[in-house]
């Protein structure tokens, strides 16, 4: 298997870590404490993943596919916004109804 097969079986993997994260936070009632511990380990997993999706693939695309470099561009500009709304969850309280609001925002723009 190649350096970028792995990178790719890599972001796939991160993608259905996420996802099951998703699936467990909204799991939990709203004001569960477990529900930051989570928003807590997906932050984590998103911040490491955009990283290697702009180290690795993207420039990838850019290189290899034609046509596509639009794709990629687009890509990375969603980024920011998931990082905005990442940094406004650590900063409200798991009992606070914007935690909910922040939650739902992020699914809806990382999936």
Do not use: C, W
């Not at 695309?61 to 990442?86: N, S």
């Not at 109804?97 to 699914?107: A, K, N, Q, T």
Request: net charge negative; glycine share 4%.
């Amino acid at each position: 298997m190649t350096h970028g097969a792995n990178v790719i079986a890599e972001l796939m993997t991160d993608h259905r870590e996420v996802e099951e994260l998703f699936d467990q936070i909204q799991a939990l009632p709203p004001g569960n404490q477990e529900r930051r511990t989570i928003a807590d380990r997906f932050t984590i997993e998103l911040v490491r993943h955009s990283v290697a999706e702009e180290m690795y693939l993207y420039p990838a695309v850019r290189e290899h596919v034609r046509g596509d470099q639009a794709l990629a561009d687009g890509e990375i500009q969603d980024h920011p916004t998931v990082e905005k709304l990442l940094k406004d969850l650590e900063k409200v309280s798991v009992d606070q109804p914007e935690f909910d609001d922040l939650v739902d925002r992020l699914i809806s723009e990382a999936t």
